[in-house]
């Protein structure tokens, strides 16, 4: 199948691509990033939209720093980048503990945490660990930055706290490295997306578990 007629756009900063969303705020508008869920959607026709801003080529979305204590997760990196990333399991275990169970090696070299978390889908892997992984997301707009924890940002079913004119540029973990992080998921036999995924994080004081937290996807219309 394919998908009906749209512009193309290819932004180079996060200042552009928030310039090109505002300029093209009648329209029907998405942001390009990994593609691996959009593309899907275009080609079967559940989405058909009138503007394509590809946001791939924003090199500054793509850092996985360690500051403050926090892993800073650029909204571009891919899923394969953060496997790579010695420090992503170091400080970040239950979301790298997820992301090993997302689709498979194509869809991981190219699909982006951030596009995961944006498009919201209820049986996606990421949103239940970066609930229990404290996260919040970093957004920008037109002369904003803001911050919102995971928990607060998903409204429902591919429904989040994002704006028509803004844009996730990252993910900041608060460090975990004294922590335990898993992930596992009963995959759907015929997309492997969740039926369920359980996310844990336990803190350790010692060889003694000092707190647990645990979050789901796949059960209710928004991991939790
Ligand atoms: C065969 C296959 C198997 C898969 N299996 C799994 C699986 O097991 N588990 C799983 O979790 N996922 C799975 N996926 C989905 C995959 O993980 C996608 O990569 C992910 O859901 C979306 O990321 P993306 O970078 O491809 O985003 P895109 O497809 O490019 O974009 C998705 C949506 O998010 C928006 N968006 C993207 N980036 C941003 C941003 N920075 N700011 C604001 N909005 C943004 C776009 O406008 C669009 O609406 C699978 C996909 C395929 C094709």
Known sequence: MYP??????????????????????MAETELLAGGHSLLPAMK?????????????????????PVEDDTLVIGAMTRYS????????????????????????????????LGGNLAHADPASDLPGPALVSDASLVVHGPDSER?????EFYFGMYATDLGPSEILTG????????????????????????MVGVATLLT???????????GANGIMDHGV
């Open 4 to 25: 009906d007629e749209f512009d193309y756009y290819e932004a180079e900063t996060i200042e552009d691509a928030i310039d090109l969303l505002e300029e093209h705020s």
């Open 44 to 64: 079967t026709g559940l989405s058909s939209p009138e503007v394509l801003i590809d946001i791939s080529q924003i090199d500054e979305l793509r850092d996985i």
């Open 81 to 112: 980048d953060l496997l790579d990333a010695e420090t992503a399991h170091e400080h970040a275990p239950a979301l790298t503990a997820a992301v090993e169970w997302v689709g498979d090696q194509q869809v991981r070299n190219r699909g982006t």
């Open 147 to 151: 911050r919102v924890p995971a928990e």
């Open 171 to 194: 993910i900041e973990v608060p460090s975990a490295a004294d922590a335990v992080g898993s992930y596992v998921k009963k995959p759907s036999p015929s997309s492997g997306y969740a």
């Open 204 to 214: 350790m004081d010692g060889d003694t578990v000092s707190s647990v937290r645990v």
